[in-house]
């Protein structure tokens, strides 16, 4: 016993040598966790990390049968999902992954938002972290056309064409993206190529320097928490407290993620027909469906604005709020603060309410 305690310390005191693990221990340790009511958001970043993990080592795998090409991309879904061990569980582990990765993505956002952690000197924490939304979101729509399947080429098809109407870029974009006028295996090729190197690239670079502005402010504190007098205020160290309740919370996510995988796994459709009809009732996946549903409310003619464009119009606007929040609330203002929190209630209202009708409808 005495023997493997010295061994491991001298195992230990090989690689403190050479790579002065005590500084991280030491940072890590340094980090506190504030301790209140809602410090279970707290959570929402650690779990879209370790998705984010799954979505990596399940993507490198898919690559090893997929064919990124218009002939045979459905057939290796169907023989990844049928004939090579496991190969449904790996799939159905990447695509179930994606959809709880940006569902928690999306709460992180909004907890974040509720906290007010954009504030001072977080501003650089919340602008990475869109930034990173936004490349979740194009994970989704490039991710999803790769099936090759009917739905997912019409609604790829009717994506770019909306995405086509945005002004001044829409155009020129959309032709890229696609590699000409309609989708074809130029298309697939770019998404492909988009999906499992250019974002993924994107996203790593980027989750460091989100990851690093987190460990340099350390967490956010809410306002009724920094209210409180600092003697009576709880903190927890995040090392190794809080980094252990971490795990545990993870195992709960893989759980919930392994019970979908197994209790339902990941279908595919008929293959695309390029020249066929669109299939009825057409719908984007889940994450875009707010949009595409206030789309469908906006009269075709907004006096004289074409209403698609409108639309979009009216929803970037909309969205800005998000760019300017850490400078139009930066804790200053009550009134502002207000305005902030009513502003993002009406967003998730908004985009919950169009989601469900546009599921529905
Ligand atoms: C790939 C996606 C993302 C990952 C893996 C990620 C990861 C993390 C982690 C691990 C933390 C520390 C723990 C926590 O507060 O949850 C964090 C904090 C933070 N994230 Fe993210 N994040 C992502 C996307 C976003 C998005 C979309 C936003 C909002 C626009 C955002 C804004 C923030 C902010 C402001 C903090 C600091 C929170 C505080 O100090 O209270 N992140 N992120």
């Not at 979505?55 to 990124?68: A, D, E, K, R, S």
């Not at 990173?132 to 997912?152: H, I, K, N, Q, R």
């Not at 697939?188 to 980027?206: D, N, T």
């Not at 299939?279 to 984007?284: M, R, T």
Request: with cysteine; charged share 15%; proline share 5%.
């Amino acid at each position: 016993m005495v023997g493997d305690t010295r061994k491991g310390s001298k195992v230990l005191n090989f690689l403190e040598d050479r790579f002065n693990l005590s500084t991280f221990l030491h940072l890590a340790e340094k980090k506190k966790v504030p301790v209140h009511k809602h410090s279970f958001w707290y959570y929402m970043g650690g779990i879209a990390a370790i998705y984010l993990g799954i979505q990596i080592v399940t993507g490198i795998l898919l690559m090893v049968y997929y064919v990124p090409e218009i002939q045979s991309a459905h057939a290796s879904i169907l023989k990844i999902n049928s004939q090579i061990d496991f190969g449904w569980f790996i799939r159905s582990l990447h695509s179930w992954g994606a959809n709880l990765m940006i569902f928690v993505v999306v709460l992180h956002l909004f907890s974040a938002y509720f906290m007010k952690a954009y504030r001072k000197p977080r501003e650089f924490t919340w602008y990475s972290g869109l930034i990173l939304m936004v490349l979740c979101l194009a994970f989704g729509f490039t991710g999803y056309l790769l099936p090759w399947d009917e739905v997912s080429f019409f609604a790829t098809k009717i994506g770019l064409d909306v995405a086509a109407k945005t002004p001044l870029i829409g155009g020129t974009i959309a032709d890229m993206l696609r590699g000409g006028e309609a989708i074809s295996q130029a298309t697939i090729s770019r998404f492909f190529v988009i999906h499992v190197a250019v974002l993924p690239a994107c996203l790593i670079a980027l989750l460091g320097g989100h990851l690093l502005l987190v460990q340099m402010h350390g967490m956010s504190e809410p306002a009724a928490f920094k209210g409180i007098p600092e003697a009576e205020k709880t903190y927890e160290k995040f090392f190794p407290n809080f980094f252990f309740k971490d795990i545990l919370v993870w195992i709960l996510a893989l759980n919930l993620l392994f019970i979908l995988v197994t209790l339902a796994p990941w279908g595919i459709g008929p293959e695309a027909d390029p020249f066929g009809a669109a299939p009825l009732g057409i719908k984007p996946e889940w994450y875009f469906l707010a949009p595409f549903q206030f789309l469908k409310l906006v009269p075709p003619m907004v006096g004289p604005i074409e209403g698609e464009l409108f639309g979009i119009l009216l929803m970037s606007v909309a969205a800005l709020g998000f760019v300017i929040v850490p400078f139009f609330d930066s804790g200053q203002s009550k009134s502002n603060s207000k305005i902030a929190t009513v502003y993002g209630v009406i967003i998730a209202i908004a985009a919950v309410a169009l989601s469900v009708w546009g599921a529905l409808s």
